[in-house]
């Protein structure tokens, strides 16, 4: 029996875990769940899960929750960072799901790894952020980091296909993570200034929360993939692709030196990557739909457009640079994504902020998390400025 906390439990990435492990009563027992401030989800999957720990990072939701826990409810109640890192690293669970949305979530995914555990990762952003000290601490601590981001569970798939988790050590030439182009795909770009918060997220091929939806509506959801792929699989920059899949059907393919390329396909639901990695070794039922070839008829396959996806190239260009660049990258990003879910920034101001904060930052030192975390948030307040410049302009 594992023994399971989900960080980011009342999310997209947390829902589809937990129908997994519903699904699994002998297997999977929950031990912990936290979240941010929505204490309806919370009270629900405590009543529902019974973990021994549930934690809200806001200090009122969790007074919230803890007002409306059952009677002889076998949860405990906790708050703020230390409640989050108490779930990752405390003595009850031998595997930790990070679905946080964010830089938030690199903390507690952090002191995940320091202690050891079975790390499942969905939160990319803790890679873009901290890649070279995140994966030391994985290797120094002995942790099982078991990627859940579809493309790069495709990858590792893939890889294991053909006898390593590690691309260089496998013969690996290449990786191509696929991309769906998102809802704007096809759109005239001179009407893109003017796309609401609901179109942009509503993606064409996955259902996932508001802040990944627009990262994949501008593409930046792929240039933060190809980061997260060059942490997790050792990989240099020029040799991660994308290639534009429409169908979302193909999540990554891996090409060998002798000329074999290796493809992961698997229909657009995160419950398939989630119980590989749950279950890793072993296979379990997922709960997804066979995938039906006849039905679906054609893959399609394009590049993609950097005219038109702008904060893609940002991205590659950050990991590039090197050094603090991809953490200022994250910050103004998320910044700018929420700015626009918010309604005070245009779609393609997103791309703009980012490029100013970016042309604002020279690359600097990453020796440290103290570095790594004041280039982020440096690149928020620069992308904060740009912002309200956007608005009054
Ligand atoms: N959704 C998907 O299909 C995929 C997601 N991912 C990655 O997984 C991560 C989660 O995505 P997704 O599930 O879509 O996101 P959601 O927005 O659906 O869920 C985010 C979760 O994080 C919690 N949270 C938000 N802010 C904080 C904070 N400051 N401190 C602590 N907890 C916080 C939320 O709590 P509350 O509900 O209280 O706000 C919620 O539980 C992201 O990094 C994303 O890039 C990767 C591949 C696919
Ligand atoms: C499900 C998942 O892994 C997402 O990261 C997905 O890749 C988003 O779709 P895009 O390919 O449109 O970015
Ligand atoms: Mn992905």
Same mark, same amino acid.
């Given at each position: ?24 009563? $002998? ?230 030196? $002798? ?111 103290? $570095? ?22």
């Amino acid at each position: 029996m594992r023994s399971i906390s989900i960080l980011g439990a009342t999310g997209s990435i947390g829902g589809s875990t937990l129908d997994v492990i519903a699904r699994h009563p $002998d297997r999977y027992r929950v031990e912990a769940l936290t979240a941010n401030r929505d204490v309806d989800a919370m009270a629900a999957l405590c009543a529902r899960f019974r973990p021994a720990l549930a934690v809200m990072a806001d200090a009122g939701a969790a007074r919230a929750l803890a007002a409306r826990l059952e009677p002889g409810s076998p949860t405990r109640v906790a708050a703020g960072a230390e409640g989050l890192a108490e779930a990752a690293a405390g003595g009850g669970a031998d595997t930790v799901v990070a679905a946080i949305v964010g830089a938030a979530g690199l903390a507690p995914t952090l002191a995940a790894v320091r202690a050891g555990r079975r790390v499942l990762l969905a939160n990319k952003e803790a890679l873009v952020v901290a890649g070279a000290l995140f994966m030391a601490e994985v290797a120094a601590h002995g942790a099982e980091l078991l990627p859940v981001d579809s493309e790069h569970n495709g990858v590792f798939q893939c890889l294991y296909a053909s006898g390593g988790a590690v691309a260089g050590a496998a013969g690996v030439e290449r990786i191509l993570l696929t991309a769906s182009g998102g809802p704007f795909r096809e759109r005239a770009p001179e009407t893109l200034g003017a796309v609401t918060p609901e179109e942009a997220c509503a993606h064409p091929t996955w259902s996932m929360g508001r802040k990944i939806s627009v990262d994949s509506a501008t593409m930046m959801n792929k240039g933060l993939e190809v980061i997260e792929a060059c942490w997790l699989f050792a990989m240099e920059p020029d040799r991660v692709g994308v290639v534009i899949h429409p169908q979302s059907l193909v999540h990554a393919l891996v090409r060998y030196r $002798d000329g074999s390329v290796l493809a992961q396909l698997g229909q657009p639901d995160m419950r398939t990557p989630i119980a590989q990695a749950l279950a890793w070794p072993e296979r379990i039922d997922s709960g997804v739909a066979p995938l039906d070839l006849m039905a679906v008829g054609r893959l399609d396959f394009e590049a993609p457009d950097l005219r038109r996806f702008p904060c893609l190239g940002l991205a590659e260009a950050a990991l590039r640079a090197g050094g603090s660049a991809p953490a200022a990258l994250n910050g103004a990003n998320e910044v700018a994504v929420a700015a626009f879910l918010e309604g005070r920034l245009g779609f393609t101001g997103i791309a703009a902020v980012i490029e100013t904060t970016l042309e604002a930052m020279p690359a600097g030192a990453a020796d440290s998390l103290d $570095d790594l975390l004041a280039a982020e948030g440096e690149a928020r307040r620069l992308a904060g400025a740009a912002v309200a410049r956007q608005r009054r302009d």
